[in-house]
């Protein structure tokens, strides 16, 4: 069976959880984050990890994204959490899992072609 790539944007105690728990998995995780604290915390459990602003485009597209499996966004803005979204659905990642933060948050996700 061949490695799934994961990309994890969003590395707060949830989001860093699901990188540990994907590095005991054989997975390729790819660690995204705008705080250099934690991005440093998530490479030891990362294939790599990347300090990042998702508003910042022409970086994250520099990314390869499309080249993943999955992609989970624990953001907890929403703006940037939908933002991340639909740039990842634009750039062909097949499944998108993200945590919403509330029931309008979930609505508009819903929404999402």
């Given at each position: 069976m061949a490695k799934k790539h994961i990309l994890v944007l969003g590395l707060?105690?949830?989001?860093m959880s699901i990188v540990k728990q994907l590095s005991k998995y054989n997975c390729e995780v790819l660690a995204?984050?705008?705080?250099?604290?934690r991005v440093v915390e998530a490479d030891e459990y990362a294939t790599?990890?990347?300090?990042?602003d998702t508003r910042d485009t022409d970086?994250?597209?520099?990314?390869?994204l499309?080249?993943?499996d999955v992609a989970i966004i624990t953001l907890e803005?929403?703006?940037?959490?939908?933002?991340?979204?639909?740039?990842?659905?634009?750039?062909?990642?097949?499944k998108i899992i993200v945590k919403s933060i509330n029931t309008m948050h979930r609505k508009i996700l819903e929404k999402q072609p």
């Open positions: 707060k105690t949830f989001g995204l984050d705008k705080n250099m604290d790599q990890s990347v300090q990042i970086k994250m597209n520099s990314l390869s499309n080249s993943f803005n929403v703006e940037e959490s939908i933002m991340a979204a639909m740039l990842f659905q634009e750039e062909g990642i097949s």
